[in-house]
Each structure stands twice: as C-alpha cells, then as structure tokens.
C-alpha cells in the first residue's frame, strides 16, 4: 500500500513539467480565441487549444487532458453564452467570456427544449462576425495587461496594432463579399448566423429541422420542394456537419454544397484568423462567379 | 388617422347610445353629441402631441444612435472589469434537472429470490427489477454556486413507492482552492474505481456490474469528506483521499458504525491523457479500507431456518480502472467508442457470529477470512447518430472463505450456503437509441448466472430522459 502510493507519488512529480519561460498559460475552449490570444500577446503566452474546428462545438466531452490543462492555465478564454456547459464550469479564476463583449443574435424569447438545442443567452457562434473578433480582442487585450500587469504596455501596443490591422482586413472582406449581399444560402446548423448578419447574406433555411436534431427524411423533402420554388445560391455546411444531407439536398436541387470551415484550423487555408475569413468569403465567392 | 374615431365609437358604445331601450330627448341628444365632439377634439389634440413627442425621441434617438457608437469603446472597458464575473444558472436559483425512468422487465427467474452466490450479502438493492412495467427511481439534482467560494449539489432520488425520498448526494466542493486541491464535504458518491461515481443514468446499460454489486453493494455513497489534488502537468494526474463513517457496505449496513473519528477511509488516485487526435483514455487505482462491526446477513441455514449472521473484522478492497474512448477527430456526434472495465480484489479477516438471534442452532463465533476478486469488461460502440450497441462481460471469483465454525467441525458448510464457493459470470448485450443528448431508450438481454445452478434470462426495456439544467458531464 505504501509503496505504491511512494510510486505513484514518484510518478507524479517526475511529470512535473516545470514552465521554462514565465509564458502565461492560456486554455482556450476553441481555436479561434487560441488564433486570437496567440495574435495578441505572441510568444509572451503558451495557448493551448482545447477543441479543434473538426468537432462539433456544441456537443464537446469533457476528458482527463483538459481537466490537467484548465488547472495550470493563467486564463481561460471560451466562448461562454452556455457553449461549454457540458465540460467547463464557469466561474473558476481567470475565467473570460468571450460572448459577453458581443451581442449576441437570436436571444430566444421562449427557452424551452421541445424547440431542439437553444441556447437561452442567445447564438453562441459568435466567432464568424470579424467585428465581433474585433470587440473581443479589445476586452482581452485589457484582461491580458490585466493579469500580467509587467508586460501591459507591450499588450496594449500589440492589441492596438492588432485591431488597426485587422480593422483593414474587414474593409477588404467587406469589398470582396459585395457580391454576396443577399445571396440567399440554405445553413446545416445555424453556426454561421453572424456571418450571415455581417455580409447580408439571407438564410433561406436550415437542414436540421430544429437546432441539434440531425436532418429528417421529411424536413429534406420539404426543402426540395421550397428549393424549386426560391433557389438558394449555396447549401453551407462545416468542417464538422455530416456532409450527407448537404450532398443530398444538392444533389437534387443542383444547388452546390459548400463546406465552410467552423474555425481556425478547420481547412488548410484557414490557418490563422486572417485565413480563416479570407477561406470563409473565398469559398461562398466560388459559389458566385 | 382611424384612432380618434374608434374612440369615440368605444366613448359611445359605453355611454349607450345604442341602445334603443334607452328614451333619450332631443336636448340630451344635443349635449351628448356636443361631448363627443368635445372628447374627439381633445383626443385628436393629444394623438397629434404625442406624435410630436415621439418625432422628437426619434430624432433624439438618431443622435444617441450616434453616441452610442463612441460609447462602445467605454463599455467594452467597462465590462472588461465586470467580465470576471459568471452567467448565473437561473438567475440566483440553483439549476435544477430531473431524470425519469421506467423499465419494463422480462426475467426467466423470479426477482424476488434473487442472490449472488459466494459472495457474503450486501443487504442493498442489487437485484434485477420487478417483473413487468415499474416505474424507477426519480432523481432530482439542485445546484449551485453558494459564493465565490463554494459550490452545492443535493441529488435525491424520489422511490415510485412507499420508501420516500433517499439523499444519493448532498455536498458542497471548493471552488477557490489554489494549487489544484478540492475539498468536497457532506454525502457524495466515493471514488473508489470508476462507475461509482457515476449516476445510474449515465451509465451504459440499464443495470450495475455484478462486482459492483457485491463488492459495494451497488454503489458506495459515503458521508464524509473528500481531499482530492490535480498535478499541474499535462498529463492528467490525481490523487484523492476520502475519510467517510463507513455508513454503508462494505462498512455496515446499518448506518456506521457507532464511532468518534472515521468509519472507512478510501485513496485513489488517476492518470490519464490523449492519444492522436481521437483517443482520450485514463486508468485509475483505488483502495478502500474499513472495519466493518456486526455486519449483518440473512442466509437460510441446513435447516432451513432463515438465521441472522454477524461479520466484525477487516475489510480491504482494491480497484482497478481503465477507459478508453475514441471518436474520429474527437467529434462523437456520429460514431465514436468506450472501452471500460474495473477488476475488484477484496480480503476480509475477522469473526463470523452465526445465529445471531438463536433461531436455529444457537449463537457461535468463528474465524472468517476471504479473498474474493471480480471484474467486467464492456464496450459501447455508436455505429450511426443516435444508436449504440454495446456487449458486457461480468466475472465474479468467489477465491477462498475460511470459516472458523466449519473448520472446527461445529457447523456444516452447509449451514452458510451463500458463501459457498461459485463464480457467478453475466453476459448483457444493450441497443440503445437517444433522439436527442436529454432522451434515451435502451434494449437490454442479460444471461445472469448469479444464482448457483440457475441461470435468469433477464429482458430489460428502458427509458432515461432527463429535463431542466444541463449540468457536466463526467469523462
């Protein structure tokens, strides 16, 4: 007995990673706000991203490695508005939420379950708007000077290159996505309903007949039918949607299917937050021309 | 411009102009049309002073509007110092959930006579359910965050019939604590290997492992306080000690024992981490050590007689525990995997009291000692959204019970026929299908070789959903 517990305990401090340099220690809920954190502080913070663009962010599992990182992290940044309900607590410190600097779209006036998966602080899929990346970059550039109050100034300066740079950016989108004003698109989860906000894009319909229910032979069929009557241009889908049901509705509708990246990291090009929009608009653009 | 008009239809209708039952002279007549017109007037001055008023918001809007814009940048600042602060469940009251059961039950073998042959009695609610529909047990789970400090979950189970409401948890946990340590006090389910400490409706078939069953009686819900630590590395480390009163097997099944200080006392400790990116895993060891004092079991003797015995001794259990789950690109929505299995080793010395009330032969007193082991083996595999299928094996080895009494020559084996030596195994297939993460109904076929010479085909249909807050799942 007491020997394994001298073993265990062996064990245990031998995996000590002792933090080399003094990097604050970020655990970011989703690649965007890992993309964002590393945009702002740069090698000043070690972020570690706990989901990836390929899983679905509304349905994340709680597992032993992130229990380990949330623990030693200096800062939490998720999105909140109850995406991570199922795994994170909120609340623990260094926590920041990002849905909170944003308003949110969709906040339901009924919160009842029979409505499928809603989300009653409002659409937590905050990220494909760049002017709300923009609004939480602000509050985090704060929360990071904040925390390590030694480096603020480099924070500030860093955030306000940041901003002045990615404010350019948006200009730029926003000329590239003239076209795509009200394109009416069909969404597979309504996880792009920013973006479809910002560029004035116009949801026509969704595959899943409710949040969170996955698409039903029926609810397909009548989308067919509403297709041959108002065409949309597009049938968006991510990186994580069963691309089935997208393949199907095109298929016999002739409308194209696009699969859109969730996230940073969700397709090659989407390396970074720049390349995530710019693949964002470049594929619907394709869709277009 | 309807308004004005409408009102003084409504003015009129109320005055009862139309009703011709009234006699009405033409002077009246007269001054009620001139009030009317008196009314309208003054109504149509109103209407066009509210328009006035509200062009005006308008335009004061328009200006705000623009402010507003300015103000943007002060209030991302000033939620930066209000951002540490938490969405609340509920506003301020706990989140509350509520999972319902029910099960309908086809058993070959009468549930009532229901044992687990070589393995001393746990006198806790091990069998299969009754034949037939029934309703199961509902769980009502409240928490909260008390303060920035604490956090509190009650979890009570409410019995479909007259045996009330049962507290399964009731606890409060550090939330502040630095350096990776929790403290967790009250009643709670112990950590002592890996299904305890999950709800019934978390688990993955419809029922507990046998091993479960006799080594902790089903589940181990211990009133007491929990030290737990998490290493700040990254590969998930923990360690854990419980100090509990030992309220429940295998520390008696009477309440504890009537002591100051500590009844069971139990350490584990958990490692874990990733593999690629789709396999998460974590493997656990746990101890539980208690002394457990006139522990009692009914068990019929050689005579037939249905006698009390009586167990004061040790009791040491050893666990060991291993997940495995995989889902490609760890998004399980459509198909992923969980491997799980615990092994169980118990030893037991002390004395056994046989009869102790004199029913049959008389009251005597002997060595006891055993050495019993058991584990399961399971997989649950989710080939499409929304269906699972899973096989699980249980094997139970009743090992060695030396008996002072038989030894001696005093009593017969025969006399304690349950500790008799018997490896009780179970084969369970379950399908289970889950419209939605809150609704689950599950199909389930056991083999159950629990009983010496009987085997009990045992045909389970379930559901579990459950409505209100969603609280975290556990891995």
């Known amino acids: 007995m007491k020997t394994i517990i001298k073993l265990l305990l062996v064990l245990a401090f031998s995996m000590l990673s002792w ?5 604050l220690r970020v655990f970011a809920c989703e690649p965007e706000w890992a993309a964002l954190a590393q945009e702002l502080a740069g090698d000043r913070v070690s972020v570690y991203s706990a989901t990836t663009a ?6 994340i599992e709680a597992r032993p490695s992130l229990i380990a990182r949330v623990r030693s992290a200096d800062l939490l940044i998720c999105t909140g508005s109850q995406m991570e309900i199922g795994w994170i607590q909120p609340g623990s410190p260094g926590y920041f939420e990002a ?12 919160v009842d379950r029979s409505l499928g998966d809603i989300h009653p602080a409002g659409n937590p899929h905050i990220h ?57 698109i069909v969404e597979h989860h309504r996880a792009f309903v920013y973006l479809v906000a910002w560029l004035g894009l116009k949801e026509v319909g969704t595959l899943e ?81 | 411009m309807n308004r004005p008009r409408l009102m003084a239809f409504a003015v009129a209708a109320a005055l009862g102009l139309s009703n011709s039952a009234f006699a009405v002279s033409d002077q009246e007549l007269k001054d009620l049309r001139e009030q009317v017109r008196q009314m309208k007037l003054e109504y149509e001055k109103r209407i066009e002073a509210l328009e006035r008023r509200l062009q005006q918001a308008e335009q004061a809007a328009g200006k705000a509007e623009a402010a507003a814009g300015k103000a943007q940048e002060t209030a991302v600042q000033a939620a930066v110092q209000a951002s540490s602060r938490p969405v ?71 019995s479909p019939d007259t045996n009330g409401a049962e507290i399964e948890e009731g606890y409060i946990q550090t939330l502040s604590l630095s350096n990776g340590f929790t403290i967790k006090a009250g009643r709670f389910f112990s950590g002592v290997g890996y299904l305890n400490q999950m709800h019934a409706h978390a688990w993955n078939f419809a029922d507990a492992p046998l091993a479960n069953k006799v080594f902790l009686g089903d589940r181990l819900a211990e009133d007491g306080v929990q030290f737990r630590w998490i290493a700040p590395t990254d590969l998930y480390v923990d360690v854990g000690l419980e100090l509990g009163r030992g309220r429940k097997f295998p520390g008696g099944p009477d309440g504890g024992r009537n002591k100051n200080g500590f009844g069971s006392g139990v350490l584990f400790a958990h490692i ?67 491997l799980q299995g615990e092994y169980f080793r118990r030893r037991e010395d002390g004395d056994l009291t046989y009869d102790t009330l004199a029913q049959s032969l008389g009251t005597q007193t002997g060595a006891f000692a055993s050495r019993q082991s058991g584990w399961y083996l399971q997989g649950v595999y989710q080939f499409v959204r929304r269906w699972r299928a899973g096989y699980r094996y249980d094997r139970l080895n009743a090992g060695t019970t030396e008996l002072g009494l038989v030894a001696s020559g005093a009593l017969a084996a025969a006399d304690f026929p349950i500790l008799s030596a018997y490896n009780p195994t179970r084969h369970t297939v379950m399908a289970d299908w889950s419209p939605s993460e809150f609704s689950r109904i599950r199909l389930q076929f056991a083999r159950d070789k629990s009983r010496l010479g009987a085997t009990d085909n045992q045909v389970l249909l379930q559901y579990i959903m459950s409505l209100g807050a969603h609280g975290a799942d556990k891995f």
Do not use: C
């Not at chain 1, 039918?225 to 199907?248: H, L």
């Not at chain 2, 889902?327 to 969980?338: H, I, M, Q, S, V």
């Open chain 1, 99 to 110: 849905s909170r600097f944003v308003a949110k779209l969709e906040v339901p006036s009924v």
């Open chain 1, 19 to 23: 933090p080399v340099s003094a990097a």
């Open chain 1, 209 to 289: 007949p409710i949040p969170g229910i996955p698409p039903t032979p029926s609810h397909l069929a009548g989308l067919v039918e509403a297709m041959r009557r108002q065409p949309a241009k597009a049938i968006v889908y991510s990186t994580y949607n069963d691309p089935k049901a997208a393949a199907f509705l095109s298929e016999r509708t002739k409308i194209p299917a696009v699969m859109l990246p969730y996230s940073v990291g969700g397709t090659d090009k989407a390396k970074d937050l720049y390349g995530f929009f710019d693949d964002l608009i470049g594929r619907l653009l394709g869709v277009v021309k």
């Open chain 1, 128 to 184: 494909t708007d760049p002017r709300n990346i923009a609004k939480v970059a602000e509050a985090l550039t704060q929360r990071l000077a904040q925390i390590d109050p030694e480096n603020a100034d480099a924070y500030r300066a860093r955030g306000k290159s940041f901003l002045e740079r990615w404010r350019s950016a948006i200009e730029k989108w926003e000329r590239q996505a003239a076209p795509l004003k009200g394109m009416p």
């Open chain 2, 88 to 158: 609340a469940e509920n506003a301020l009251n706990p989140g509350v959930s509520l999972v319902l059961n029910s099960v309908y039950a086809n058993l070959s073998r009468d549930p009532r006579g229901f044992r687990i042959d070589g393995f001393v009695p746990t006198m806790g609610e091990i069998g299969p359910p009754v034949r037939g529909l029934s309703l199961g047990e509902s769980e009502l789970v409240f928490a909260a965050n008390i303060d920035p400090y604490f956090r509190g979950t009650l979890i009570a189970s409410v």
């Open chain 2, 272 to 338: 874990g981490g990733d593999i690629g990116t789709g396999t998460a895993w974590q493997a656990g060891i746990s101890y539980l050590s208690t002394s457990p004092r006139d522990r009692r079991f009914d068990d019929p003797d050689s005579t037939g007689t249905n006698v009390t015995n009586s167990y004061n001794g040790r009791s040491r259990l050893w666990a060991l525990d291993g997940i495995l789950k995989w889902a490609p690109n760890r998004n399980p929505t459509t198909t992923n995997f969980k």
């Open chain 1, 54 to 59: 390929m899983q679905d962010a509304d349905r």
